[in-house]
C-alpha cells in the first residue's frame, strides 16, 4: 500500500468538476477547512465558477464515507473491514465466474477519473476479472462527438486547439452548447467575437448571442444540412481547400440540396432569413469556429449531427486551416482522457482500438500476457445497464466514479437491473444514491486528497495533486483496485498504486497511439510544460501538439472525410398523449448527477430542486401556475417538479434539469434509444405530457 501523501499548506491543482478543468490554488485554513482560490491559468485566467468556488465543501461532507459498508442480513449497510469487505467482493467475483464465465461479472466506470485511474480500471477489467463487459459514462457525454470526429478527422479530441484561439475568433457558431451555465469562465474567451448560438431555448449563452437560432427539439441535423445548402448555393464554401484537405464532398453536398432554407424552416422553426444569416457570419469572418455541445449530440442521430456541423466547417474550410476551428466542448472533468485510456467498451490505452491485431499485441506486451487472453469489445453503457441480472447478462457489477441511478436514461429500468443483480459493488466518496442501492461500498480518496492526471477539453495533460491527507479508512482507487487483483490472484506488480507508477505504465501503453503520452511524465507537468498530447517519446522531448491538423488530418492520406448523412428525426414524436417535447440539461448550481454538488449547502441555495420550464401559456392549458407542482409523463415513467414560468420557452418544450434524485430525476422520463454508431442515448428529446399535482403529493 502506497504512503499517504503528507500534509502540505497549498497546492496548485484543478477544479473536480468539469472539462475546462480551471486551474486552483487550494489551501488547507486548518481551522476554516480548506479554501480555493482560482489560479491564473489560460482558460479559467483568474475566474471559476460558483461550483468551483464552493467545490471544498464536498470535502467536509457531513455524510462522507469513511468505512467499508456491507449489506447486513437485516438489509441494511453497516460498517465493516477493508479485509472483510474485500474478501467478501472477491470471494463472489470468483464463484459467479465460475459459474457463469468471465462475462457475468462487468465495470463501469466515469469520466471524472483520473487518468491512472481509467487506465488500471480497463487493464483490472480485461485481465483480472477477464471480461469483455465494461463501459463507463461518458458513453452518455462524449460518444457521438467523438465518433463524428474519429471519421472525419482520424483523431478525437476535443477542441485540437487551445481554449485561447478562441480568443482570437470573429464568429463562432455554438450549436447545443449553453456555455454561460455550464462553463462559465470560457465565456471571456468570446469576449470579443460575434456568437451565434443554436438552441431550442433562450439560454445565458443565448441572451449573449448575436443571433439565435431557436430549432424544435430534434431537428438540429436538419438545420445542419440547411446551413450547408445555403453555403454551397451562395458560393461560400472555400473549394481550394476542399480540393486540398478533403473526400467526400460532393456525396455530402447532395444530401444536403434536399434542405433548402424553406423546408428546413418548416421542419426546424427556424426562418430562412435567419439561417442565411449565420452562413454568412460565418463566411465573412477571419477567424471562425464551429462549436458542438450536448444539445445536439445526445440524441439517437447524434454522430450524424455532430458530422453535419463538421461538414459545415470543413466546406467553409476552417478546420487547421489558421483561420479558425470546429470543436466539441467536452463536459465531465476528464472526459477527454477518460475515453482514450481504455474504460470503453471497445478501447485499449492510447486511444486504440480493442479489435485492432497491433493494438493488441502491443498493449498485451506492455501488460505482460499474450494478445489472446484479451476480451473483445463488450456492450456500450445502455446496453450493458439494460442487460443486467437477467438473460445473458451480467449477475455483478462494480461502479467506479458514476451514478447511473440518476444519470441514466429510462433511470427506473436501471435501478431495476441493479436491483435484480447478485451482487453490486459502488466505489465512492459519498453515498450516491447508486452506492445506496449496493451490497459492498468501498470509500474511497477525492480530488484534494489524491494524486493523478487529468487531461482537459484541449487535450491538454494537468497534474491533479493532493492537499491533504486522506481519512484513515479511505483507500484511492488504484488501492481498491490492487486489493482486488491480487485477491483474484494476479501479480501484485501488475496492479500499481502509486499514480506515478500507472501514469508510466500508461506511457507505454499509448506508445504510438492516436493519443501518445509516451513522452509526458510527472517531472515535466511539475516543471509546468504546457503539454497536449500527441506527445511521443523523442529525443529531444517532443512539445507536445496544442494545434492538431495544421499539417494534415489523422488519416493515413492526410485528408479529413466529409459524412453523408441525412435527417431521420426523433426516436418518437408526440402524439394526443404526449403532445409536448421535454429536453433536459445542466443548471449553473449543479454538476451531472448532483451527488457532489447536492451536498453544497450555497449551491443548493441557489436550485434546491427539481424545475420545469414552461411557456405560460403550455402551463395555463395545463392549470399550472409559477412554482405548482407538476408531473412531467413519457412512455417510460413520471418525474415531479416545480413550474417555473419562462416566456423565452417555446410552448411546444419543456426544460428539465437532470441533477436530481428519487421522484425528481429527469431521467425517468428519458428515451433509451440509442444512437447506432456511438451508443449514445436520446437524452434531450421525449415525447411528453405536462399535469398539475395536487400539493401534498411529494
Ligand atoms: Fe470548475 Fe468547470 Fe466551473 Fe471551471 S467552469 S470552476 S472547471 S465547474
Redesign the pocket.
Known amino acids: 500500500m502506497s504512503e499517504p501523501p503528507s500534509r502540505t499548506p497549498e497546492v496548485d491543482t ?9 486551474g486552483t490554488r487550494l489551501a488547507d485554513g486548518r481551522d476554516i477547512g480548506v479554501t480555493v482560490r482560482p489560479a491564473d491559468f489560460p482558460v ?1 485566467r483568474g475566474r ?2 460558483q ?3 464552493t ?1 471544498p465543501d464536498v470535502l467536509a461532507a457531513a455524510d462522507r464515507l469513511t468505512e467499508p459498508l456491507a449489506r447486513a442480513p437485516d438489509g441494511h449497510l453497516a460498517g465493516t473491514t477493508w479485509d472483510d469487505a474485500l474478501d467478501t467482493v472477491a470471494g463472489r467475483l470468483r464463484e459467479l465466474r465460475a459459474r457463469y464465465g468471465p462475462d457475468a461479472v462487468a465495470v463501469f466506470g466515469g469520466g471524472g477519473l483520473t487518468n491512472e485511474k481509467a487506465y488500471l480500471l480497463g487493464k483490472f477489467a480485461r485481465l483480472a476479472l477477464g471480461t469483455s463487459q465494461i463501459d463507463y459514462n461518458g458513453r452518455f457525454c462524449m460518444s457521438s462527438a467523438a465518433a463524428a470526429g474519429n471519421a472525419a478527422f482520424g483523431v478525437d479530441r476535443g477542441l485540437p486547439f487551445p481554449v485561447t484561439d478562441l480568443a482570437t475568433a470573429d464568429t463562432v457558431l455554438l450549436a447545443g452548447a449553453n456555455v454561460a451555465e455550464t ?4 465565456m471571456q474567451h468570446f469576449d470579443t467575437a460575434e456568437l451565434v448560438v443554436i438552441d431550442p431555448r433562450h439560454t445565458a449563452t443565448a441572451q449573449r448571442a448575436k443571433l439565435h437560432l431557436q430549432p424544435a427539439p430534434g431537428t438540429d441535423l436538419a438545420l445542419a444540412l440547411g446551413l450547408l445548402h445555403i453555403a454551397v448555393v451562395e458560393g461560400l464554401t472555400d473549394a481550394d481547400y476542399i480540393r486540398r484537405r478533403t473526400h467526400g464532398f460532393e456525396a455530402a453536398v447532395r444530401r444536403a440540396m434536399a434542405w433548402w432554407p424553406e423546408r428546413v424552416e418548416g421542419v426546424t422553426g427556424v426562418p430562412a432569413s435567419v439561417q442565411r444569416t449565420a452562413v454568412r457570419m460565418l463566411a465573412a469572418a477571419g477567424r471562425a469556429y464551429v462549436l458542438t455541445g450536448r444539445g445536439v449530440e445526445q440524441h439517437s442521430q447524434g454522430t450524424d449531427t455532430a458530422a453535419a456541423f463538421i461538414n459545415l466547417a470543413l466546406a467553409l474550410g476552417l478546420p487547421g486551416s489558421g483561420r479558425g476551428g470546429y470543436g466539441c466542448l467536452t463536459g465531465q ?1 476528464n472526459g477527454q482522457g477518460g475515453r482514450e485510456h481504455g474504460q470503453k467498451a471497445d478501447q485499449l490505452p492510447g486511444y486504440r482500438s480493442l479489435t485492432d491485431p497491433a493494438a493488441r499485441t502491443h498493449v498485451a506486451g506492455v501488460w505482460g500476457v499474450p494478445s489472446e487472453s484479451l476480451p473483445g469489445p463488450g456492450r456500450t453503457a445502455y446496453e450493458l445497464l439494460d442487460s443486467l441480472g437477467h438473460g445473458q447478462g451480467p449477475r455483478a457489477l462494480l461502479v467506479f466514479g458514476s451514478n447511473p441511478v440518476v444519470s441514466a436514461p429510462h433511470a427506473a429500468r436501471v435501478a431495476e437491473r441493479l436491483a435484480s443483480l447478485d451482487l453490486l459493488v459502488v466505489a465512492d466518496f459519498v453515498p450516491s444514491e447508486t452506492a445506496r442501492a449496493a451490497d459492498v461500498v468501498l470509500p474511497v480518496t477525492q480530488w484534494a486528497e489524491e494524486e493523478g492526471t487529468l487531461t482537459s477539453l484541449e487535450g491538454r495533460v494537468l497534474r491533479r495533486r493532493a492537499l491533504l491527507t486522506p481519512p484513515p479508512h479511505v483507500r484511492t482507487d488504484l488501492e481498491v483496485l490492487h486489493g482486488l487483483a491480487v485477491r483474484l490472484g494476479e501479480p501484485a506488480h501488475r496492479y500499481p498504486t502509486a499514480p506515478e507508477d500507472v501514469f508510466d505504465e500508461l506511457r507505454a501503453a499509448s506508445r504510438g497511439g492516436r493519443a501518445d503520452y509516451s513522452g509526458i511524465s510527472y517531472p515535466r507537468l511539475d516543471a509546468g510544460e504546457a503539454l497536449h498530447w500527441p506527445c511521443p517519446d523523442t529525443e529531444p522531448a517532443h512539445p507536445g501538439t496544442p494545434r492538431l491538423f495544421l499539417e494534415r488530418f489523422a488519416h493515413p492520406d492526410g485528408r479529413a472525410r466529409f459524412a453523408e448523412v441525412d435527417h431521420r428525426g426523433p426516436a418518437e414524436h408526440t402524439s394526443a398523449a404526449y403532445p409536448l417535447y421535454a429536453t433536459t440539461g445542466r443548471v449553473l448550481a449543479h ?1 451531472q448527477s448532483g451527488a457532489q454538488t447536492r451536498r453544497v449547502a450555497e449551491l443548493n441555495g441557489v436550485v434546491p430542486e427539481p424545475f420545469v420550464s414552461v411557456h405560460p401559456d403550455t402551463a395555463a392549458r395545463a392549470g399550472l401556475a409559477d412554482h405548482s407542482l407538476a408531473r412531467v409523463t413519457s412512455a417510460r415513467g413520471s418525474m415531479t417538479a416545480r413550474v417555473r414560468l419562462d416566456a423565452t420557452m417555446r410552448q411546444d418544450t419543456l426544460f428539465v434539469p437532470f441533477h436530481f434524485p428519487g421522484d425528481g430525476r429527469a431521467n425517468l422520463f428519458t428515451h433509451p434509444a440509442l444512437d447506432p454508431r456511438s451508443g449514445m442515448p436520446e437524452f434531450k428529446l421525449s415525447a411528453v405530457r405536462l399535469e398539475a399535482l395536487p400539493e401534498a403529493t411529494p
Open positions: 484543478h477544479c473536480p468538476y468539469c472539462a475546462l478543468q480551471c479559467n471559476l465558477c461550483k468551483g468556488w467545490a462553463m462559465p469562465p470560457l472533468g454538476y
